[in-house]
């Protein structure tokens, strides 16, 4: 078992930014792959991004690309998502999620572990 618990989040306005933690426990993750999912009102949850845990490759959604920046810290076990320039359109609830292996899927069910999730409001 993995178990995930999300920080960071907030109120911040346009062009501002934030930065997201998720702290791991429960096994080592070097096999695994991290993500980082959102979810608007009324909208299927999203992809945003994901590192390898070994190696720290990593993979973005376009919409986010140059504004935000997966990175992860092996000895406090904890992967983050740094977002600059936010924009109103960036408000959901974000989840940090781990699967095992090496592929970074941009499916969620493609995820086993998921956790609770934290708010980012954007206001313009």
């Known amino acids: 078992q993995v178990q995930l618990v999300e920080s960071g989040g907030g109120l911040v306005q346009a062009g501002g930014s934030l930065t997201l933690s998720c702290a791991a426990s429960g096994r080592t993750l070097s096999s695994y792959v991290m993500g980082w999912f959102r979810q608007a009102p009324g909208k299927e949850r999203q992809f945003v991004a994901a590192?390898?845990?070994?190696?720290?490759?990593?993979y973005y959604v376009d919409s986010v690309k140059g504004r935000f920046t997966i990175s992860r810290d092996n000895a406090k076990n904890t992967v983050y998502l740094r977002m600059n320039s936010l924009k109103p359109e960036d408000t959901a609830v974000y989840y940090c999620?781990?699967?095992?292996?090496?592929?970074?899927?941009?499916?969620?069910?493609?995820?086993?572990?998921w956790g609770q999730g934290t708010q980012v409001t954007v206001s313009s």
């Open positions: 590192i390898r845990w070994s190696g720290g490759s990593t």
């Open positions: 999620a781990a699967r095992s292996g090496a592929l970074m899927h941009t499916a969620p069910q493609q995820y086993d572990y």
